[in-house]
């Protein structure tokens, strides 16, 4: 079965700093990974996804993420946040066909000045 | 072209009373998957449908829940006899086809007291 585990439940960090959100799955069947962000009482927007192809994937709003299939890893990142980064951050995987997305526990992103 | 809407955004109610909370795709698409996500927890899959029918339902309780997606009108999410512990947000997304990009409403926050 597929699960999607996101190491770390809140991420605090000031303003114009680089950040790393880490998410780490785990199939054996062709994977498809998403990262979703969150704002307060919203639902959920696509910030990026990897289906298949270039291992680094670039998304909206500044942020990108890496599959390594070594590692089983699809770490969301971005060189410079911005107060209005301020989320909840979701990983979510799917298997062939991607009908049924297992989501991680979300990480909270919050920036302080 | 509208998104994914959900309706009520918010909804109350006490005890043993039922819960509907609807859910409109996209135009044009004619999947829908149901998530609950719970106080300080990731999304978990509920269910799949395509117009009239229940792909998977793997993730819904054995009792007291079921859905539906008729030919006309919206997907309907059913809860009778609700209890404190489906308090939750309820989100219901979207995709074209099977295996594509699954877009997400807004959520209904139910709320049992």
């Known amino acids: 079965a597929q699960s999607v585990t996101q190491l770390d439940s809140q991420v605090p960090v000031f303003e114009e700093a680089p950040v790393e959100l880490r998410c780490n799955y785990s199939?054996?069947?062709?994977?498809?990974l998403f990262w979703y962000v969150q704002y307060p009482n919203q639902g959920l927007q696509l910030l990026l996804k990897?289906?298949?192809?270039?291992?680094l994937v670039k998304g909206i709003n500044g942020f990108e993420a890496e599959f390594n299939k070594s590692q089983t890893s699809f770490h969301l990142r971005k060189p410079s946040v911005h107060i209005s980064d301020t989320a909840e951050y979701f990983c979510?995987?799917?298997?062939?066909?991607?009908?049924?997305?297992?989501f991680g526990q979300g990480t909270r992103l919050t920036i302080n000045p | 072209n509208a998104g994914v809407m959900q309706n009520p955004r918010h909804l109350v109610r006490r005890r043993g009373q039922e819960a509907r909370l609807r859910c409109s795709p996209m135009?044009?698409?004619?999947?829908v998957y149901w998530y609950r996500q719970l106080p300080e927890e990731g999304l978990k899959f509920m269910v799949y449908?395509?117009?009239?029918?229940?792909?998977?339902e793997s993730g819904m309780p054995k009792e007291r829940f079921s859905a539906e997606f008729p030919k006309e009108g919206p997907s309907i999410l059913r809860i009778q006899q609700v209890v404190r512990g489906d308090s939750a947000a309820y989100f219901c997304?979207?995709?074209?086809?099977?295996?594509?990009?699954?877009?997400f409403g807004p959520g209904t926050r139910l709320t049992v007291t």
């Open positions: 199939s054996s069947v062709s994977v498809y």
């Open positions: 990897y289906l298949s192809g270039s291992t």
């Open positions: 135009k044009g698409h004619s999947h």
């Open positions: 449908l395509q117009k009239e029918n229940i792909i998977d």
């Open positions: 979510a995987g799917g298997g062939q066909g991607a009908q049924k997305l297992v």
């Open positions: 997304a979207s995709s074209p086809d099977r295996g594509s990009e699954q877009y």
